[in-house]
């Protein structure tokens, strides 16, 4: 008699960031489980480069859901460009029945204020302190006014995948 041992994989959430200049995206299964992340600088903005790069994270990872930014709210300061794209990553979803979740910023930071965590630079240092995968990331507190490095997305995308496992417990 044969006995096969059957695994399953564990359930995967994919948040993707579509910001002015790129997209952002994390992969969990945890709230302190960060499967991978990645940071996609887009010199020539083309949504079609931006859905190309959502549906091979998506068909890779197979996620249970998807986590967006909700951009409907006063603290949202994202840029026309990437509340589009965001509508548009949105409908896709749907149209390939993928379920989706959105968070906005000030639940981030709701989630985050159990850590003293108030705004990006003190939420990055919150995940740089759990995720062992982000330590290196040097994140300068930034300087007012100016605007934000790229790999700030990282953090920011991390973030809304954490909240997630939170909110959702």
């Known amino acids: 008699m044969s006995m096969s041992k059957t695994t399953t994989e564990p359930l995967k959430t994919v948040a993707l960031y579509p910001f002015t200049r790129g997209l952002g995206y994390a992969v969990m299964t945890s709230a302190l489980d960060l499967i991978e992340f990645n940071l996609f600088d887009l010199k020539d903005y083309d949504f079609e480069k931006v859905k190309n790069l959502v549906k091979e994270i998506v068909n890779t990872h197979k996620p249970i859901t998807l986590i967006l930014e909700d951009t409907n709210n006063r603290?949202?300061?994202?840029?026309?460009?990437?509340?589009?794209?965001?509508?548009?990553?949105?409908?896709?979803?749907?149209?390939?029945?993928?379920?989706?979740?959105?968070?906005?910023r000030e639940q981030v930071r709701a989630v985050f204020d159990r850590w003293h965590a108030k705004n990006k630079y003190e939420i990055a240092e919150v995940l740089k302190r759990n995720l062992p995968?982000?330590?290196?990331?040097?994140?300068?507190?930034?300087?007012?006014?100016?605007?934000?490095?790229?790999?700030?997305?990282?953090?920011?995308?991390?973030?809304?995948?954490?909240?997630?496992?939170?909110?959702e417990e």
């Open 133 to 167: 995968a982000l330590k290196n990331i040097v994140f300068a507190k930034p300087k007012y006014p100016g605007r934000e490095p790229n790999y700030e997305c990282v953090f920011s995308t991390i973030s809304m995948l954490i909240t997630h496992y939170f909110l």
């Open 75 to 104: 603290y949202c300061r994202k840029g026309r460009r990437a509340k589009e794209a965001i509508r548009k990553i949105k409908s896709w979803a749907r149209q390939n029945e993928i379920s989706i979740q959105m968070y906005s």
